[in-house]
């Protein structure tokens, strides 16, 4: 079931690169990374990485597919995590880039009786908003609000996360 679910998953992301709307006027694909505060036990704080391509784009709104990993707690054994993010937004007058997004992924945790490859997995679900400031029209500053809930060994952790980073854009 597990390998089926990543195929499923590995499908779905190249389909989405391969039927990316065409458009110069957007940016098709960002690369960034960042710090996050939450409010929930299992990740405290932390960093990520997010890789985001565009897949749809009609006047000022888009949608975009990221793919996020994302670690932290570590002082407690830690955390990382995969997901899969799909933000709704567009750009307006000015330089700037509104949206909200829903998120899940699947990842391993640590703590003193477990190790990060040993079972349960965890798994992610959120959802939230952000902005991305243009500074240039190549790279931007971001923060996002929202909340982030995590399952592993059958415990809900989770409650409000934010985030700041920089993208690039191409």
């Known amino acids: 079931m597990k390998r089926f679910i990543f195929f499923a ?17 957007a940016p098709r694909f960002s690369l960034g990374g960042g710090l996050f505060l939450s409010s929930g036990g299992a990740m405290d ?15 000022v709104w888009d949608i975009r597919n990221h793919l996020v990993f994302r670690g932290g707690n570590f002082s407690e054994g830690g955390i990382m995590m995969l997901s899969e ?19 899940g992924g ?11 490859f040993e079972k349960p997995l965890a798994f992610s679900f959120g959802g939230g ?17 929202g909340g982030l809930f995590v399952v592993s060994n059958g415990k809900w ?8 980073g920089w993208k690039g854009w191409f």
């Open 129 to 145: 908003g952000g902005t991305d400031i243009f500074l240039t029209a190549t790279a931007s500053i971001y923060f996002e609000a």
């Open 9 to 25: 998953c590995l499908i779905i992301g190249i389909s989405a690169i391969a039927i990316a709307q065409e458009n110069e006027a």
């Open 85 to 103: 993010k799909i933000s709704f937004g567009g750009m307006f007058a000015g330089g700037w880039r509104s949206y909200g997004y829903v998120e």
């Open 157 to 164: 952790n989770g409650g409000g996360i934010f985030q700041i």
């Open 45 to 59: 704080s932390g960093g990520s990485a997010d890789f985001a391509f565009l897949v749809f784009h009609k006047n």
């Open 106 to 116: 699947i990842g391993i945790t640590a703590n003193e009786t477990k190790g990060f």
